[in-house]
């Protein structure tokens, strides 16, 4: 199992090990550039007791490989917008989260004064930039920490032409149990119908619910 550490700098690594012997040596080998070279890192035994114990006898054992350009100066790479529907045009896709306050709230004033402290300058520039996470404000892209990082004003470019995709019918397309979306996935897994017949299916129905 591998997943990344919260701040993303971190390949967090978990395999499971035959208990044969007691005294064991994991190591985890890997590449940064197609195997042209290797490097490895010796794994530690995971004796969290707080971890859910397992019945297939095996042992646990987690490593870490950073992956921080300063630990891995050999690593190269690079980031570009998605491209558009015209040439040379380019597109993208911001996620975003809604913020709504019920009907008949006591503290909308509360939630007012909330979007505005987390839309305000110094929190989009100390809160989000300094830890190079995208600001929500398009304006505030043009900040200190966004300059020191070229990668990151490369993808600051995505504000400018991102869209968040939306729908006033999202419950009844992809929540509801008898939506297009939930039917789509039970005929994929329990019935021999064509995948693409499926998918075909799901999107024309979808596109009934938007146009209601």
């Known amino acids: 199992m591998l997943f990344l550490s919260a701040d993303n700098k971190i390949l967090v690594g978990s395999v499971a090990v035959a208990n044969i012997a007691f005294n064991k040596l994991v190591v985890a080998r890997f590449t940064l550039d197609y195997w042209k070279t290797t490097s490895e890192v010796v794994a530690e035994y ?57 009907k008949g709230s006591k503290r909308v004033n509360d939630a007012v004064d909330f979007m505005k402290f987390i839309l305000s300058d110094e929190v989009q520039v100390e809160g989000y930039a300094k830890l190079l996470n995208l600001t929500t404000r398009a304006d505030m892209v043009d900040n200190k920490y966004f300059k020191a990082e070229p990668l990151v004003q490369d993808v600051a470019k995505a504000l400018s032409v991102g869209k968040t995709p939306y729908t006033l019918t999202f419950f009844e397309q992809i929540n509801s149990p008898q939506g297009p979306w939930l039917q789509m996935l039970q005929r994929a897994y329990y019935t021999d119908d064509p995948i693409d017949q499926i998918i075909k299916d799901a999107k024309a129905q979808m596109k009934t619910i938007a146009a209601q």
Request: aromatic content about 8%; overall charge positive; hydrophobic content about 35%.
């Open 46 to 102: 995971n004796n969290d007791v707080r971890q859910p114990k397992h019945a297939d006898g095996r042992d646990r054992f987690n490593f870490n490989i950073k992956l921080a350009r300063d630990q891995n100066p050999n690593m190269k790479f690079g980031i570009s917008l998605l491209p558009g529907m015209e040439p040379g045009s380019s597109a993208s896709f911001i996620g975003g989260d809604l913020v709504v306050v019920p």
